[in-house]
């Protein structure tokens, strides 16, 4: 569905709504992007996008970002060239200013001055007694006096610098992208990592966007921008800095430009002012951190947002469930698990511990009627009573984040069961404590047993009508089978290294009680782990091999996650395969020969020159693996697991990852 062109010129808009300044009252803190502005009415479907959960449709050719040249007369719109071709992304109401509007709903009702309050007798104990209680996490839920009162303190206390710094339009951080160009970027945005990681309602975004882009025509050289909305361009920034890395990996330099703006607006006035725009804004950063492959200053971002959240104690269920409307107790929910989720993700690629306890007190978000499949792709109006095997991007995200939250006790094993110069591969598995790796393999599988119908594996994701349905069923597959991959490849280690002193192959003629039972969860870890490779490189290169020859062609639009996690996954199954090259024989025959173990190395190392050639940073991965499939070529000696030299039994860079190959 096409949507409506952006109007040729601004005659219709009222006088009184032209102002040749911005001038606008500060938010509260509950109230920014996502839940703040007036959901548009439900008639109202034109932001809504195609199959893929875009909203920006047409022909036209992809242009270069280009400066923004404010008109000269507030009331002069784009040429009426420019505008035939450039496509709305959302239709505003009628009200011109829904989002002061909701700022005026949701303030905290009229309690007399602050320090008049702490002044009453009266409302003293009630008011200590409320800080405690949500400080504490134990307040009953619900919107009270008393705890609207809190949550006024709480916006002060987190807000203190009062005079705040604007931007004039001429400054070069606010040089915009052409309109097509915008809109295709925060399109891919949308279809791409929004539906992975919802940190704002999607509504009230397009609405948001499309107010900003009717205000950037008012702009004159003396309009000033508030900071509210320079806060909202940083954001907006760092949207176009993660799609165009979406759309083509290999533009860092247009992706740097918009990073540099979108740093410069966000950090405009420090970090003293923080609300939950200010967190969606360190996220977003953060994900093109994740992107450009600078995980250290990512790690850092996120900590960032992690911090400003528990300032909001949205990391206690007392953080939303005092909010008023629903929107923003899901928002407050939303911001904070994709908090915890992306501290997780980048744990994982640093191969270090995640910091903050993720214990699921503050409830995970709950799919609403614009956060379904079906709705995001077809246009259709929502469905209001939906069967409970409906897909929804929520639920996708719920799932994810509870498989991440499994990734802590991953370390402690892999901690546990780490080779040392001097530590011998048998004696460490003979003094391992397998109850540990035991629980977490259950919790994994009681993990997947109760995924929905459209996320299970056993579902056949061929049959699915559905582009977005299908690709994070793929996408939630991977990255169970990565997990698993990390639980087992410690053992995977050992029994390679220590080969062919632990062999306890199914096809032994003699049964004997004298091998540890450690050695038959070795050898069995072992298999599962080239076996999750396996399969985890097949889903790969079957998205793959369905665009043909062309390695940039429809690169967006595979059911797969994007070139910076899959690499990931690449880079740790041809280890896995080129480990597997080194274990004796009883793994060898379970695997069904040496065959599968060659075919999965040469699979992956493909594909891992192929992404070189569309990701620079994957290079020191392709060369790396190279050079591995040297080191320790398949062969005869490997396959009969007979003794080996003691160089080579080093496995510590089976724990390698691309991190540790940066230069």
């Not at 949205?314 to 107790?329: C, E, I, M």
């Not at 460490?428 to 599988?445: I, N, T, Y």
């Amino acid at each position: 569905m096409s949507l409506p062109p952006v109007p040729e010129e601004t005659n219709g808009i009222k006088k009184q709504q032209v102002q040749p300044r911005l001038h606008r009252r500060e938010s509260p803190s509950f109230q920014l992007l996502g839940a703040i502005s007036e959901t548009p009415p439900e008639t109202d479907k034109s932001h809504e996008g195609d199959d893929e959960g875009s909203f920006i449709q047409g022909d036209e050719s992809p242009e270069r970002p280009r400066g923004f040249q404010p008109p000269i007369s507030p009331r002069a719109g784009p040429s009426a060239t420019q505008a035939s071709d450039i496509s709305s992304v959302g239709q505003e109401s009628n009200d011109s200013d829904g989002s002061e509007e909701v700022d005026g709903r949701e303030q905290s009702p009229d309690s007399s001055d602050d320090e008049t309050d702490m002044d009453d007798l009266n409302l003293f104990l009630p008011g200590v007694r409320q800080a405690v209680f949500q400080r504490t996490g134990v307040a009953k839920p619900g919107s009270t006096l008393e705890s609207n009162r809190e949550l006024k303190r709480l916006k002060k206390v987190t807000n203190r610098k009062t005079k705040l710094s604007t931007l004039s339009t001429n400054s070069t951080n606010l040089i915009f992208p052409h309109r097509i160009v915008a809109n295709k970027l925060v399109s891919a945005y949308l279809s791409r990592e929004f539906v992975n990681l919802p940190l704002f309602h999607r509504n009230t975004f397009t609405h948001r966007y499309e107010k900003l882009w009717r205000n950037i025509e008012l702009w004159d050289s003396e309009t000033e921008v508030a900071h509210e909305d320079c806060l909202f361009i940083g954001f907006l920034f760092g949207v176009f800095a993660l799609a165009t890395l979406l759309r083509n990996p290999a533009h860092l330099e247009d992706a740097e430009q918009y990073f540099a703006r979108a740093q410069n607006l966000v950090f405009l006035n420090g970090i003293e002012k923080g609300g939950i725009l200010n967190i969606q804004a360190y996220l977003v950063l953060a994900q093109y951190l994740i992107a450009d492959n600078n995980l250290p200053v990512a790690w850092k971002f996120v900590g960032l947002a992690i911090r400003a959240a528990q300032s909001l104690h949205l990391h206690l269920v007392t953080g939303s469930h005092h909010l008023a409307l629903r929107d923003n107790q899901e928002l407050s929910r939303r911001v904070w698990h994709c908090s915890l989720m992306l501290e997780r993700i980048i744990a994982m690629k640093m191969g270090i511990t995640a910091l903050t306890k993720h214990s699921f007190e503050t409830p995970l978000p709950i799919p609403g009627d614009n956060d379904y499949i079906d709705h995001l792709s077809t246009n259709e109006p929502a469905d209001r009573n939906p069967t409970i095997d409906r897909p929804s991007i929520i639920e996708f995200f719920n799932n994810s984040a509870r498989l991440y939250d499994r990734y802590s006790d991953f370390i402690t094993i892999q901690e546990e069961l780490r080779l040392t110069e001097h530590s011998s591969a048998r004696k460490k598995l003979e003094v391992f404590d397998p109850s540990l790796l035991l629980a977490v393999d259950q919790s994994l599988a009681n993990w997947q047993s109760g995924l929905p119908p459209f996320l299970h594996p056993n579902t056949d994701v061929n049959s699915m009508k559905n582009l977005l349905a299908m690709r994070q069923h793929k996408i939630l597959r991977i990255r169970y089978l990565h997990m698993r991959l990390l639980l087992w490849r410690p053992l995977l280690a050992l029994v390679a290294a220590a080969s062919p002193d632990i062999d306890a192959r199914s096809g032994m003629q003699e049964a004997t009680s004298q091998r540890p039972l450690t050695h038959i969860i070795a050898h069995e870890s072992a298999v599962k782990c080239v076996l999750a490779a396996a399969e985890l490189i097949n889903i790969i290169d079957e998205a793959e091999r369905s665009r043909g020859t062309d390695i940039t062609n429809e690169y967006d639009s595979l059911s797969i996650p994007a070139i910076w996690e899959t690499t990931g996954c690449v880079f740790a199954s041809a280890q896995v395969f080129i480990a597997a090259r080194r274990c004796p024989r009883g793994v060898i025959d379970d695997l069904g020969g040496m065959q599968a173990i060659r075919q999965g190395a040469w699979t992956s190392i493909e594909l891992m020159r192929k992404y070189s050639l569309i990701w620079p940073r994957a290079n020191a991965c392709l060369k790396a693996l190279e050079k591995l499939d040297v080191l320790f070529p398949p062969g005869r000696d490997e396959y009969a697991g007979e003794p080996r030299d003691g160089g080579l039994r080093d496995l510590s860079w089976l724990e390698c990852l691309p991190i540790d190959l940066q230069v």
